[in-house]
């Protein structure tokens, strides 16, 4: 073993199962990390990354995985040399969270919900060192300083419930870092953060590992992320590695195929700069289920016609009560005075991040929640006073299409039962008709017409989510909500599915109203965007004004918060902000001020006031 | 915390009221004549209406139940129609051993239950876990008159350890905890087995594996205390149904308790002890319902009530 290494694995095999059913998620794995160094292994869903790093923590076993062959040598911190793979299960617990320790992707659910922060973190500090428990509790304060929790003396005696995902992520990096590993294994640990609260945490690991001169093994599906934190890239593709090098030479100039298609995949923020209509990805040739990409734009939006969906006054507050006889005394005001035009066959983004109200406001549209509305005119017909066959027209033209495709669809039904269901549900076809035009959908989203017969888990989160476009076309809807519809998907899938949504929008002249946070997505996709913040829209344009000017500084911080896919663009100086974002609660009889929207181009509006009580801001 | 208690506590006067009339109108509906069951088999029609006039039986539903009410808001129970005897005092005498016979049956079930249903979700497919399950099963389906009758045959004719019925001394309650708490036992094991293997695939139980805890601490304290809560709603409503429903036992063992004095009473159409004893038994259930819903909060801080 090299002496500057830290961690070697040597032709690592992991399998899952027995007999016929064996499962050789990871073939020789082979991969080296020095000290002090940020190996990326990046890959998609089922790419055996996560695996990979679970063995090395030796936590594979306890998924009913094994550790078949090879050898993964660590150095610790004494110097001495040891092989995990073949290690005594009792050993591998006192290296466990000890020497490496790991963070994960879900930051909402990898807290026990049932102890204080303080506890949990104390309990890691204790099994390993020999300290008492308040000398540990020094340490945990200490460390929840270091990962810039304010207010840590407060946040020890708290749940993880009273605490927001970024503010769990930090805790899981303090709980991480308390006993000094020489090894920090990150996976996803960022994925399911907001790019603001991303770029924060990206910095804070980046910064803790300079000060305990760890090593990081970070675990990503994001190029991006790649780019911003990695020396080393390792590429894995269906459970082997099939790229190494350092973080330049495979950005720039990556050798197998596969790593091509990853980051020609890759949204790229500022790809759409100098055009003005949405454009498909460019996805290489072997798209096996993706259908040909639309050979010329859709027709021009006529922005001087009537729009599609017109919203004025949009608001849906949620009550929060309080004493003995749950007198309200507060509101969430997740949506609150919001206007909305979309013109057929357009297309727009609303971009935020996570709390601000961007799909409260696709399901207020629908009534899926309480709302009202001032104004609500619909395909030409004033539709405010939405009686219940007003609705149900509504329903039946407007569709949606939600992030979970696993979640989304009934797996008890088959495929083609649910497609058809919206169709029978209002009355538009009778048992036969519907099936077979469920069929015709099928095609139509690229799938194929005996797929119709089976049941959700035999497709993948791809193609179910194509199943779900199918679903959502049957009404024959004029508008589809799509609510972070390509969120949960892996890059190059995500690339067919919105390559898809255009190609249906040319056929069909469908609107989208598209719901993301992320910006590099909606540039690709969009025609116009609205930024939304504490449940108001503070910049809307179209999409090449808004991307290319911004003028809000909410809608700046979005964007420079992007991780952008290329190592030397890497931002490093980048603002540490250490406390939580402004809240949509405000007590009962003091709602939010309305933004003003002044307009500083053609169709691009921008609010006058920060809202959150934040200082004017002059636009230029 | 103290509202909601205060809150949930008020909501009770409303299902009792419910339930109240509930109870009136069954019993009433209930075929038999108190009357003619007290004045006895021989006595004339005449005799059998003065009976009815002396019980007050022979006034409208809705007045006797106006009545009922006033004397349950202001804690008379009546007294009852066969022996005369204050209705409270009769409860009073058969509570104790009812309750010390649910809480004796509930603590032994409970904790067996919880200790087998870890050991089993730890060694899952495991040949011990088959077998624990297996006992379970047959807990579940075995009818405890059964199991009452063989344990008493075993330990008290055969063996002569312990009594073979009434409640006279602490010992005496072995033989109907256990024959009591049985089936619970088996629901509980189950439960907690079931409960545990769902928290054992939570991201938390891997941070806690990740942070090199013992793998004892991982599962009795990490993964326990969150699998709690459904084991806790299912306790509840076992210890609700061992108050009341304990009448087979009670019968078995001859214990002086609250089901055996349930059963007579409605063999002889005791309205009277009939009404008060599912009053109290509703009461009870919905007591120890708000108390498990109490527990939750301790439990799990994330639903700690406003």
């Known amino acids: 073993m090299a002496a500057a290494n830290v961690l070697e694995l040597a032709g690592l095999d992991i399998s899952f199962g027995h007999g016929d059913y064996t499962f050789n998620a990871v073939r020789s794995l082979s991969l080296e990390v020095k000290r002090g160094e940020t190996v990326a292994i990046v890959g998609e869903s089922g790419s055996g990354k996560s695996v990979s790093a679970l063995s090395i923590m030796r936590l594979v076993e306890f998924g009913g995985g094994r550790i078949e062959g090879g050898r993964i040598r660590f150095r610790r911190r004494d110097g001495r040399e040891i092989d995990l793979a073949s290690l005594d299960p009792e050993e591998a617990r006192r290296i466990r969270g000890n020497e490496i320790a790991m963070i994960f992707q879900e930051p909402m659910t990898s807290l026990n919900p049932v102890f204080t922060i303080g506890d949990q973190i104390v309990e890691a500090i204790v099994t390993h060192q020999k300290k008492s428990r308040r000398e540990a509790a020094k340490i945990a304060l200490d460390m929840l300083q270091r990962v810039r929790i304010p207010d840590a003396a407060q946040v020890m005696k708290r749940h993880p419930h009273q605490l927001s995902g970024g503010m769990r992520q930090r805790v899981m990096i303090a709980m991480a870092l308390s006993c000094k590993p020489q090894l920090l294994i990150a996976d996803e640990p960022t994925t399911a953060l907001d790019v603001t609260i991303q770029a924060q945490i990206l910095r804070l690991i980046r910064e803790l590992q300079q000060e305990q001169s760890m090593s990081v093994v970070f675990i990503t599906h994001d190029m991006g992320v790649v780019a911003e934190v990695a020396d080393r890239v390792v590429v894995m593709y269906r459970g082997e590695k099939v790229e190494e090098g350092d973080v330049e030479t495979v950005f720039r100039s990556p050798s197998h195929p596969y790593t091509k298609a990853l980051l020609k995949a890759v949204p790229h923020l500022g790809a759409m700069r100098g055009t003005s209509a949405p454009a498909p990805f460019p996805v290489p040739g072997k798209s096996d289920e993706a259908p040909a990409a639309p050979a010329a734009p859709a027709a021009p939006i006529a922005y001087d016609s009537e729009p599609l969906l017109s919203v004025r006054g949009l608001t849906t507050r949620f009550d929060i009560g309080e004493g003995l006889f749950g007198r309200i005394t507060k509101r969430v005001h997740a949506v609150e005075g919001l206007n909305l035009d979309i013109w057929p066959g357009e297309t727009l983004g609303l971009v935020g991040e996570s709390g601000c109200g961007k799909s409260t406001t696709g399901r207020s549209i629908l009534r899926l929640v309480e709302a009202e509305a001032t104004k609500l005119r619909f395909d030409g017909e004033d539709l405010t006073r939405l009686s219940k066959s007003d609705l149900q027209k509504l329903r039946r033209r407007i569709q949606f299409v939600f992030q979970d495709p696993y979640a989304s669809l009934n797996p008890r039904l088959t495929v083609g039962y649910s497609i058809s269901e919206p169709m029978l549900l209002h009355g538009l076809e009778d048992r036969r008709n519907a099936f077979d035009k469920a069929v015709w959908l099928l095609e139509q989203v690229g799938l194929q017409a005996d797929h119709a017969n089976r049941y959700p888990h035999a497709f993948s989160g791809g193609q179910r989510q194509r199943i779900a476009i199918a679903r959502a076309l049957g009404t024959d809807p004029k508008l589809i909500i799509a609510d972070e519809a390509v969120s949960a998907l892996d890059v190059s899938v995500q690339a067919q599915v919105i390559n898809l949504l255009m190609d249906l929008q040319a056929r069909f002249g469908l609107a989208y109203l598209f719901i993301s946070h992320d910006m590099a997505v909606v540039e690709r996709i969009s025609h116009r965007v609205a930024v939304m913040y504490l449940g108001q829209v503070v910049e809307t344009g179209p999409r090449a004004s808004v991307f290319e000017d911004p003028r809000h500084p909410y809608t700046r911080r979005l964007m420079s918060a992007a991780p952008v896919p290329d190592p030397q663009k890497r931002i490093t100086d980048r603002p540490l902000i250490t406390g939580e974002v402004p809240s949509p609660v405000h007590p009962i009889g003091n709602p939010p001020a309305i933004n003003e929207m002044l307009e500083v181009g053609p169709r691009h509006f921008v609010a006058r006031e920060e809202n959150g009580g934040r200082p004017a801001h002059r636009a230029a | ?306």
């Open chain 2, 1 to 306: 915390m103290l509202h909601y208690f205060l809150r949930r506590l008020a909501a009770l006067v409303p299902v009792l009221f419910l339930i109240s009339i509930f109870v009136f109108l069954f019993i009433h509906a209930l075929p038999g004549d108190p009357a003619r069951l007290l004045a006895g088999e021989a006595a004339t029609q005449e005799e059998v209406e003065s009976v009815r006039k002396a019980l007050k039986l022979d006034r409208p539903l809705l007045t006797q139940y106006v009545d009922f009410l006033k004397n349950l808001a202001t804690g008379d129970l009546g007294t009852s129609l066969r022996t005369g005897e204050p209705v409270s005092a009769m409860i009073a005498r058969a509570f104790m051993p009812t309750f010390w016979l649910s809480v004796c049956a509930l603590a032994w079930s409970l904790l067996f239950g919880l200790v087998a249903g870890v050991i089993s979700a730890v060694r899952r497919g495991s040949p011990g876990d088959h077998a624990g399950m297996f006992l379970s099963v047959s807990g579940i389906s075995m009818p405890n008159f059964w199991l009452g009758l063989l344990l008493m045959q075993f330990f008290s004719v055969n063996l002569g350890w312990v009594g073979t019925s009434g409640f006279d001394e602490p010992s005496d309650l072995i033989l109907p905890s256990i024959t009591l708490g049985a089936g619970v036992a088996a629901v509980m094991a189950r439960f907690t087995r079931s409960a545990v293997i769902d928290v054992a695939r939570e991201d938390f139980i891997r941070t806690a594996r990740a942070k090199g805890l013992r793998e004892k601490v991982v599962i009795w304290k990490h993964a326990l205390r969150n699998a709690l809560i459904p084991v806790v709603t299912m306790a509840g409503l076992q210890f609700g149904f061992l108050l009341g429903g304990s009448i087979v036992v009670e019968k078995v063992f001859r214990w002086p308790g609250l089901g055996s004095l349930l059963l007579d009473a409605i063999n002889f159409r005791d309205y009277a002890v009939v009404q008060a004893e599912i009053m109290l038994f509703s009461l009870q259930f919905l007591l120890i319902n708000l108390a498990v819903d109490m527990l939750y909060g301790f439990i799990n801080p994330a639903i700690r009530y406003k």
